[in-house]
């Protein structure tokens, strides 16, 4: 990894540096504790605060382990106990004022601890601890023992406290219990038992309970048996069946909010709904105080709701939420109220003194009051809190007296560095978000979230001013940032504008100009050194979307302010070619980065990783964005996101993070030199920090948890030390001059009085233009208008004056537009409506008419996608209801009705049966079978055995299935009461079914419910049947009428008559499908037709209409022939009716002048005429005898069906009736099956009831043994003192005989009215403290401490030691001369046995080699040597075999190395071809490796792993697995060795012994 410059370590070591925490300031957010009469404390962050109430003085104290928990105070013992808020917590007792550890206590509680409880006296701590414990512990903090612990799941308690009067009760109150805990102890042994208090309802009424476990008052039924508890219907067996009670029986309570004890053991609690209550401590009687109310009741505060309750000697005080203290005056079981005090603030805390002198009073916001009562009571605020936590804070120049902080309401403090003593406040009145001083004057500035920025003089601490005011943006200020010399103030918004004003007072903070930047801007660091005339300034935002960081850097001149027109344009932009500016991004995320002074790199804080990384700056210009990589990498070894600060002498830099440790660095190793743990993760870390001019100051502001801690230096120096003091003293020398000249003009510079709470900027425009315009002149309007806005308006009012005469011709013609516009509408108005436009449509604002377009497309679509959607979800709902009551039916159901009586007869819905039904019916229909079988075979075991039987078996197995049958008729013969149904008369077998009166055992009757069901089945079955078949007939009988009909109509129409033909038919009820589909009649919108269709449609309708006139073109002969013959070419008779004889035409003529000719073809034509109506008179009636002949038919046969519809319906309901018992049936076994499980639960509750009440007999008994014992053993202890008094009253007189006798019988009084415990007073008496001086360095004693106990050590004249010493010295020198005597003997024995060692060892030598020459190696070869006499040709022959040997091995050789050429070739191509799949393998490897990288980003991102942590991992496992290795191979190795050695001692044995043995 690179490294940063090489430097000498020697001039800036700061080895050995440290810091220490001064004081710390915050206010509290849990309850203050009285410590002793004139101390206070609470907690705060990590640190627990102490205050002496007289003198104001405050002492810390830290956790060790992060954010405080909660804190209890012991005053007889004067400690403190407080928990902290780690994983498995601990609980710390410190005694005060010494601040050291008593002692430190650890339970079994995994989360928190969220109440702790000192007893009055005794060395008792209790604790309580919420999720997942719930438990309530009992310690002895002087022994580190838990003496008793408890858990009561779900029981989340708000206040817990100690009798004052009585050590063994607690009380633990919650919103919705009240709970007496008293603390039971026999010898060692502690015990707890909790007793609830019967709480009254919401009204103060009383309930009377009823006992759960075993009710007295239940009825009880004969007929169904007996009546349950609830909790046994509900089936509980376990312990909640003991408090079980349904959702109807509960009533809403009372809700406690504070309670406190009395002298006399009773317990005040104040309620939610106004209430208060008397509790007897002993009794646990609930009484609910009456108020008494006032003649003139108080205005607003007539409903009290007691947030704090404290004992007084009438009553309690009390504080509701309306910043009042009351006083409750109670008596007789009534109170009055009457007011006691008036604060500022709601009152959340009040607790007296342990003298009971004084009252603290703790509100809402953190301030704390003491009313000291007396002749003249008096009221002090002890801490006055800010308005919520601190949101920045900085040094006021130069950094060594004061400093300032701000919140988020606008409150604004100054602050005495040294004590933290406030000195002055300022109230802005609008929500502020960042403060910062000014180095080169005594000023500050303070951005708001509405966008501007108070600057506000402070030259006098103790009344600071504000003096000026800028609106920049209608955006919130979130960086202001001054320049290490004072000369610039940075001001950075949300909306990624960075304005540039003029840091000094005398120019009135000249604003000159802004730039813009990316929009979420998380830093803004400045480089200004004395020794240039430069400005550089860095900005650091985030890209989310794309997961990079983002630098902006541009350089500004510091005569900027007075060139400042020529560096920006008219809009006050900063021209960014004038200012240097270059971008720069990063491949991952900054949480923060500054530049080092030197200006060549940069130092960045990761987000995602826990590294500190430097960037080095090209040193050449770039255009664009520039991609920065990591120069030097280092771990910052803090978890979560961090900050970095530069030091103004830009030797140290700082970082913070979420983890709350604040680490001082080198800047250019970036090694760690000094770290401080102010704050705890648990509070969300550190905020901010600064850090002084010199140094040597620093404050730290924690995130969430209120605190500002104060940080110096307790070991700090070398060169470094002396390089930052030379800094600071050339730095505050430069700007001397600066700061003498701005404190003078801040000095006679008046307030500026504006409206603080409005934090607005009054702008005054005033606007004329040319008179030919017709535009009036505006008068000065008072308006909120920001400087960037002002800026923008000047520039465009610029370039109005440059295009004047350009504006007045394009305003021409627009009037003249305008005018036609507006014709166009007065015509547009006489039209009518369907030839009408909109108003818009006469827009000439296209931009405007096309967003107007949008939106309505976009409304359309809107309502578009809601109609979808609501037809959506309507159809499937639909889809849901046919799914459940039609496509589900295997029998849909359905009704008949009558054609003449109003009947209508509904056939049964039914759903197929499941396989598990069905498989569930055979397995009890075979079930049946088999019990059958075998009761028809133990009964012909019985004939058989008694001889009664005849031989009636001859033909058994040919006729079972005939004896099953006469058995079914057999059960069906039966009497239907015995069937308790007449399902028989539905041909329903009946035959396996049990007797009513033979169900006894569960199984049996779950059985029964099954067959019953199948018998409910197949009745409806079989009525179904019926129905199917009426249904058909039904629709038989409509044909038929409908075939009738079309005879009846022809009659009626040729007879002319006006008689409507009746036709039945189906309606929706007795053919529901027809509900699920729409017809298109029931539509009553018009249907959308589409372009597409209506054309294709008259396209075909004009087709159809030409072919039918090509049809009817092709009839003209057939049409001309039926006019010539009358419409008939042959006299039907069907057509006599309506057949007409023409009269002939002469008949127009009068009759006198008729013709003969014309006479007779009269008469003819009345004879015919005639004839006809003859016959149309027998053809008329014919045809009514006909009608009234197929009327009386349909009559007939629809009747009959009406007939049969009747029985049907009679039918129906003996089936539903039969249905009925049968569900009857199934309902009282099921209830009875019920009544089993309720008899059976309850039977398991009790038998669990009754263990765990044997369980607590058997403790009880165990405990009352322990104490019977316990008594035994005290009893006979009594007993032996008693003897040995007696003894002692009978020898009185004799020791004391030589005495004169008045004088015994004064000594004997007095022995008789002696205390019981005499000894123990003598030695007490006895045991006397004592003072005794010890020289230093000659008394080493172990665990020395301020308080010496020496329970094991006595005290004894010095001379008695003397004489000791010399009588050990005598016998010392003794006892060393015979030592010396023992030493020479003892050294003459050690050398002969090392001689005969020696000798020892020497003849083992000798044998081995003896050894060694008898097992010398004698090889083959050797042998062969010796026993040849011809050795030299036997070797020469050898020598010629292995150069022809050598000789086939070259041939064989060179066959190889052709056959691995051909082989190496064919490889080669086969690599090739290799090569071109491993190109494409790799190409496509690539692009996975994008993708593992992103998604290994995304990983990341959602919280994976870090990277040097898994770095870390992977280097461990590796070690772990070569250490694995190495242990491996060292095992074999020495395995090796072992086997080597036996592998030689074998070989050994083989070879031959040249001597004897």
């Not at 009497?975 to 006894?1000: A, I, W």
Request: proline share 3%; glycine share 4%.
């Amino acid at each position: 990894m690179a490294q940063g410059r090489e430097r000498d370590e020697g001039p800036h070591s700061a080895s050995g540096s440290s810091l220490s925490v001064r004081w710390v300031q915050g206010f509290p957010k849990q309850n203050v504790h009285f410590v002793n009469d004139n101390t206070i404390c609470y907690p705060c962050g990590n640190f627990v605060i102490f205050i002496n109430i007289e003198t104001k003085k405050k002492t810390v104290l830290q956790c060790s382990n992060g954010i405080v928990g909660v804190v209890a105070t012991n005053i007889p013992y004067e400690v403190v106990a407080f928990s902290d808020r780690k994983l498995k917590p601990v609980i710390y007792i410190y005694s005060f004022p010494g601040l050291t550890r008593r002692t430190k206590l650890k339970g079994n509680v995994l989360l928190d601890y969220t109440l702790l409880s000192f007893s009055y006296c005794g060395t008792y701590l209790a604790s309580y601890s919420s999720l997942p414990e719930f438990e309530l512990a009992l310690w002895n903090w002087e022994s580190n023992i838990i003496l008793c612990k408890k858990s009561q799941p779900d029981m989340d308690v708000n206040q817990m406290s100690f009798n004052p009067m009585n050590w063994r009760q607690l009380c633990l109150s919650s919103p919705s219990t009240v709970s007496v805990w008293t603390i039971e102890r026999s010898n060692q042994e502690h015990y707890f038992k909790a007793r609830l208090v019967k709480l009254p309802l919401e009204d103060g009424s009383f309930f009377n309970e009823t006992d759960v476990v075993f009710p007295q008052s239940l009825p009880k039924d004969l007929i169904y048996g007996p009546v349950l508890p609830l909790s046994a219907i509900a089936g509980l067996v376990g312990e909640e069946a003991e408090t079980f009670r349904p959702k109807d029986d509960l009533y809403p309570l009372l809700h406690p909010t504070m309670h406190c004890w009395t002298p006399t053991s009773d317990l005040y609690i104040g309620c939610e709904e106004g209430h208060l209550l008397v509790i007897n401590g002993d009794t646990l009687k609930v009484t609910v105080l009456n108020k008494i109310e006032e003649e003139s009741p108080l205005d607003r505060r007539n409903f009290i709701s007691p947030v704090t309750l404290v004992y007084q000697k009438e009553g309690v005080l009390a504080s509701g939420i309306d910043g009042f203290v009351y006083s409750f005056i109670i008596k007789d079981g009534s109170y009055m109220i009457e007011d006691f005090l008036e604060i500022e603030r709601p009152v959340e805390h009040m607790m007296f003194s342990p003298n009971y002198t004084m009252l603290l009073i703790q509100t809402d916001k953190g301030s704390v009051y003491i009313y000291t009562f007396g002749e003249k009571p008096i009221l002090n605020k002890v801490l006055d809190a800010c308005d919520g936590n601190f949101q920045a804070i900085d040094f006021i120049t130069p950094g060594t007296q004061h400093f300032m902080t701000l919140t988020h309401s606008g409150e604004v403090c100054v602050w005495w560095l040294e004590d933290c003593a406030c000195v002055s406040k300022i109230y802005l009145n609008t929500p502020a978000t960042v403060l910062a001083c000014c180095p080169s004057s005594s000023s500050a500035a303070v951005g708001t979230d509405s966008g501007s920025v108070y600057f506000i003089n402070v030259y006098n601490e103790e009344s600071p001013q504000v003096i000026h005011t800028v609106f920049l943006s209608e955006s919130s200020v979130q960086h202001v940032v001054y320049d290490q010399r004072g000369i610039f103030l940075l001001v950075g918004t949300s909306e990624g504008k960075v304005f540039v004003i003029n840091a000094n007072s005398s120019s009135s903070f000249q604003i000159i100009g802004f730039t813009e930047v990316a929009k979420d801007i998380v830093q803004i660091s400045t480089v200004s050194l004395l020794e240039t005339d430069i400005v550089e300034v860095m900005v650091l935002s985030s890209l989310p979307e794309a997961g990079r960081s983002r630098l902006e850097m541009f350089t500004m001149p510091t005569l900027l302010s007075q060139v400042s027109t020529t560096f920006t344009d008219e809009r006050g932009r900063l021209k960014d070619e004038l200012i240097h500016k270059y971008l720069f991004e990063l491949e991952h995320t900054l949480s923060s980065a500054v530049l080092d002074f030197e200006s060549k790199q940069i130092y960045g804080f990761c987000s995602q990783v826990p590294y500190i990384c430097s960037y080095l700056l090209p040193k050449e210009e770039h255009i664009g964005i520039y991609i920065l990589k990591p120069y030097q990498k280092v771990q910052s070894r803090q978890y979560g996101p961090g900050i970095l600060y530069l030091s103004s002498h830009g030797l140290l830099l700082i970082t913070i993070a979420k983890c709350g440790i604040l680490c001082i660095r080198d800047i250019y190793t970036l090694e760690t030199f000094a770290r401080c743990r102010s704050h705890s993760h648990q509070g969300h870390g550190i905020q901010s920090m600064r850090i002084s001019m010199d140094g040597q100051n620093i404050l730290v502001n924690g995130r969430d948890d209120g605190t500002l801690v104060y940080l110096k230096w307790k070991r700090f120096g070398g060169h470094l030390a002396n390089d930052i003091l030379y800094y600071y003293q050339k730095l505050l020398i430069f700007l001397s001059s600066t700061i003498d000249k701005e404190n003078v003009y801040l000095s006679r510079t008046p307030k500026v009085t504006i409206d603080l709470a409005s934090n607005s900027e009054y702008t005054k425009e005033k606007a004329s233009t040319d008179s030919s315009q017709n535009e009036l002149v505006l008068t000065d309007v008072k308006k909120e208008i920001p400087w960037i806005q002002r800026k923008s308006q000047e520039a465009i009012k610029k370039e109005v004056n440059l295009f004047s005469k350009k504006r007045k011709e394009i305003k021409k013609g627009i009037k003249a537009l305008s005018k036609t516009i507006l014709n166009m509408m007065e015509e547009n108005d006489k039209l009518e409506n369907i030839a009408k436009l909109d108003q818009q449509e006469f827009g000439l604002d296209l931009e405007a008419l096309e967003r107007l377009q949008d939106e309505s497309q976009e409304e359309v679509a809107k309502m578009k996608k809601d109609v979808e959607m609501h037809n959506l979800a309507k159809s499937y709902l639909a889809e849901l209801i046919k799914e459940e009551c039609w496509n589900s039916m295997a029998v849909k159901g359905r009704a008949l009705k009558c054609f003449h009586i109003p009947c209508v007869v509904e056939n049964f819905p039914m759903k197929a049966r499941t396989a598990e039904e069905l498989k569930e019916l055979e397995r009890v229909l075979q079930q049946k079978k088999i019990e059958a079988e075998c009761l028809k075979l133990r009964k012909e075991i019985v004939e058989a055995q008694s001889g009664v039987t005849l031989v009636k078996k001859r033909h058994e197995e040919d006729d079972e299935e005939e004896e099953e049958e006469d058995k079914k008729v057999q059960y069906s013969n039966l009497p239907n009461y015995l069937l308790g149904s007449l399902s028989t008369d539905f041909g329903v077998d009946t035959s396996f079914l049990s007797s009513q009166l033979e169900l006894h055992s569960r199984e049996e009757k779950i059985n029964q419910i099954i067959l019953l069901k199948d018998i409910i089945y197949k009745v409806k079955t079989a009525f179904n049947n019926e129905f199917d078949a009426a249904y058909k007939q039904k629709e038989f009988e409509i044909a038929r009428v409908k075939e009738r009909n079309v005879r009846i109509r022809e009659i009626i129409l040729d007879l002319e008559l006006e008689e409507a033909v009746w036709q039945p038919e189906f309606e929706d009820c007795e053919k529901p499908e027809r509900t699920l589909v729409v017809q298109d009649e029931e539509i009553t919108a018009n249907k959308h037709v589409k372009p597409w269709h209506k054309a294709k449609t008259e396209l075909i309708t004009n087709h159809e209409t030409e072919h039918w006139l090509l049809i009817q073109g092709t009839t003209t002969r057939l049409r001309a022939l039926m006019d010539m013959m009358g419409g008939v070419l042959e006299v039907k008779k069907e057509d006599i009716l309506r057949m007409v004889i023409p009269q002939p035409a002469f008949m127009a003529k009068p009759d006198a002048v008729w013709t003969e000719e014309e006479r007779k073809q009269f008469k003819d034509y009345e004879k015919k005429v005639k004839e006809l109506n003859e016959e149309r008179d027998k053809y008329r009636k014919s045809l009514e005898a006909e009608l009234k002949k197929l009327q009386n038919s349909i009559q007939e046969s629809t009747q009959a069906f009406d007939e049969h519809l009747k029985r049907l319906f009679e039918r129906r309901v003996k089936a539903e009736m039969v249905t009925n018992q049968e569900e009857l049936k199934i309902n009282n076994l099921a209830f009875s099956l019920l009544l089993d499980e309720e008899l059976s639960s309850r039977e398991k509750f009790l038998n669990n009831y009754l263990t765990r009440k044997q369980q607590e007999k058997s403790q009880t008994s165990e405990a009352v043994r322990k104490s019977r014992e316990d008594l035994d053993v005290y009893k006979e202890h009594h007993d032996n003192l008693l003897a040995e008094d007696k003894v002692m009253d009978r020898s009185f007189k004799k020791e004391f005989a030589e005495i004169p006798s008045h004088q015994v019988d004064i000594l004997y009084k007095l022995f008789k009215r002696r205390p019981r415990l005499q000894d123990e007073k003598v030695r007490f008496q006895l045991n006397l403290t004592i003072q005794i001086l010890l020289k230093q360095g000659q008394v080493e004693l172990e665990n020395f401490q301020l308080v010496l106990e020496y329970a094991d050590a006595i005290l004894i004249n010095k001379n008695i030691i003397e004489d000791l010493n010399s009588v050990i010295r005598t016998q010392g020198q003794k006892k060393i001369a015979s030592m010396m005597e023992s030493k020479d003997v003892h050294k003459r024995i050690f050398q002969i046995e090392w001689e005969h060692k020696k000798m020892e060892m020497e003849r083992e030598d000798l044998n081995q080699k003896a050894w060694d020459i008898q097992m010398l190696f004698f090889s083959r070869d050797r042998q062969k040597f010796l026993n040849e006499p011809n050795y030299e040709a036997l070797i020469s022959i050898q020598i010629g075999i292995m150069e022809q040997t050598i000789a086939v091995l070259d041939k064989t050789h060179k066959k190889n190395v052709e056959n691995c050429k051909k082989l190496l070739k064919k490889l080669g191509k086969f690599s090739n071809q290799k090569d071109i799949a491993n190109y494409t393998l790799s190409c496509n490897l690539r692009e996975e490796l994008i993708a593992v990288s992103e998604r290994k980003d995304i990983c990341n991102a959602m919280g994976s792993k870090l990277t040097c942590e898994k770095i870390a991992e992977e280097r461990y496992e590796n070690m772990m697995q070569q250490q694995r290795l190495t242990n491996i191979s060292k095992q074999q190795a020495e395995q090796i060795s072992v086997l080597q050695a036996e592998v030689e001692r074998l070989r050994m044995k083989t070879f031959p012994a040249l001597v004897q043995m």
